[in-house]
């Protein structure tokens, strides 16, 4: 209890603006390496998998703030948005890597790779599915769309995980424990989601025929 408690305090102390200047740095060194040619043999292939598996460790740590708080009481959801920005950004990195670096922007490659390749499919539709999510991360978006309609759009971000998943998966194409980790880690995640709905639904429904 005392570890929750420190942990609680922290949090609240600590000002969001720290955590996208913490978050931002591993993206922005890695950038500085690509271009100082310092990421090794194959740099472009080591810059997109860098950022892209930061991309992936944020997204699924976005999704287990709901769980920690549930579980451990461990409460970080107001670094919850900016942990999802963050995970758009190292998004964004592996997506130009992809476009500009390694395919030099020939759209007909690409395209021909969307649609021949597995793991380019779902990472591009799991980069898609985040945009949405990071251009209504905002307190605007919030007002004028309306909570509930907001808060059914964020539930995106459980598709754009899967995809992300399915991305690291197919992409190595021998089987490798790191991906399948991510894999595991997300399948308790959704189950922990599907469980909470499912409970919400029922006490809803004694309500309604309680009245």
């Known amino acids: ?8 305090t922290a949090a609240r102390r600590l000002p969001t603006w720290a955590v996208y200047i913490g978050l931002a740095l591993p993206g922005v060194l890695y950038v500085y390496w690509l271009f100082t040619n310092q990421l090794g043999s ?11 598996e930061w991309a992936l ?4 740590f976005g999704l287990l703030i ?3 708080r549930d579980w451990f009481k461990v409460n970080l959801i ?7 920005l963050m995970a758009f950004f190292y998004t964004m990195l592996h997506l130009v890597a992809y476009l500009v670096f390694d395919q030099g922007l020939y759209w007909s490659e690409i395209w021909k790779d969307i649609v021949k390749r597995p793991y380019i499919t779902f990472g591009m539709v799991s980069a898609v599915l985040m945009l949405p999510l990071a251009v209504t991360s905002n307190n605007i978006s919030i007002r004028k769309m309306g909570p509930q309609v907001w808060n059914k759009l964020h ?5 754009a995980a899967v995809g992300a998943v399915m991305h690291y ?3 190595t194409k021998t089987w490798e424990v790191e991906p399948a980790v991510y894999a595991v880690i997300l ?21 309604a025929s309680v009245g």
Do not use: W
Not at 42 to 52: K, L, M, N, S, T
Not at 57 to 60: A, C, E, Q, Y
Not at 155 to 159: A, F, S
Not at 187 to 207: I, Y
């Open 1 to 8: 209890m005392m570890i929750v408690t420190t942990l609680n």
């Open 42 to 52: 194959d740099p472009i292939r080591a810059f997109e998998h860098q950022v892209g």
């Open 57 to 60: 460790m944020l997204i699924m």
């Open 66 to 68: 709901t769980p920690l």
């Open 78 to 84: 107001k670094f919850r948005r900016s942990i999802g």
């Open 155 to 159: 539930r995106l971000v459980y598709l």
């Open 169 to 171: 998966l197919l992409l």
């Open 187 to 207: 399948a308790v995640l959704l189950g922990h989601r599907v469980r909470k709905v499912r409970t919400k639904r029922g006490g809803a429904r004694k309500r």
